[in-house]
């Protein structure tokens, strides 16, 4: 990865804070952003040398060209995306609202669009064969009870990952996606109330439940995901594009 530089968003907390660190780790240059900009330049401080940090707002075009361009201006231009950025809240389906549904679109399957079509004219503008990793989930797999709208937005992110992954092919630029399971973050912890709240069971045995869903036996980590980014990212997975690869500890096996 010593040649790369890779922009990831959403990277001030969770998956995308190991991301960066897992590129990092590896010799690339790190681009860290998100909307949370002070949470942004931390994790970027974390790191010390080859890291930088800029508020990127993934639902505002005008926001992703700025931060592709000031990267690049700093750094050169960017050669990897992590689309990461993502949101959710967890209600029955009956009672969505026209807002839960907009603010789970607009974040995670807007916000990957945007931000690969920027990425994409970036790579074609510089001829980089570069490669994009985008953050789904086991719910763009399977239906998530009480997160209807979210894993709608999820199963949006595949289809837009093998479309354009398909269309960008023969520029060498390979779009793949990463699919997680429970995964241990500031985004399960805020699930975990919402759904003992569902069910009328406590945040601790939600947690459990999901450990005894998952065949490895134990919560996910953030870091378990991101050394699949990496990979798939990588000159290893050369000959792969247009995949949706589950990250569950076997939650999910198809
Ligand atoms: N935690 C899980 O169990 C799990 C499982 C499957 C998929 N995922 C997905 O993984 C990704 C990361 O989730 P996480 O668990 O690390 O969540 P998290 O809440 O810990 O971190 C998400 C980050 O995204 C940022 N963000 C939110 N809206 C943004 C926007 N509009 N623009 C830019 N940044 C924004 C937040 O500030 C935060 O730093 C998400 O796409 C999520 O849907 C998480």
Known sequence: MNDQIVLITGAANGIGRASAHAFHGKGAQVVVTDMDEEGARAVAREMGERALAYRLDVTDRRSIEAAFAAAEAAMGPVSILHANAGVSNLKRAVDLDEEDWDFNFNVNA???????????????????????????????????????????SKFAVLGWTQALAREVAPQGIRVNAVCPGFVQTAMQDRELIWEAELTGSTPEAVR?????????????????????????????????????VNVTGGVYMT
């Open 110 to 152: 807007k916000g990957v669009f945007l931000t690969n079509q920027t990425a994409v004219r970036h790579f074609q503008k510089h001829k980089i064969a570069g490669a994009i990793v985008n953050t789904a989930s086991l719910a763009a797999k399977v239906g998530a009870p009480f997160l209807a709208h979210y894993s709608a």
């Open 208 to 244: 459990q439940s999901y450990i005894d869903q998952t065949p490895l036996g134990r919560l996910e980590t953030p870091e378990d995901v991101a050394d699949v980014v990496v990979f798939l990212a990588s000159d290893a997975a050369r000959f792969m594009t247009g995949q949706g």
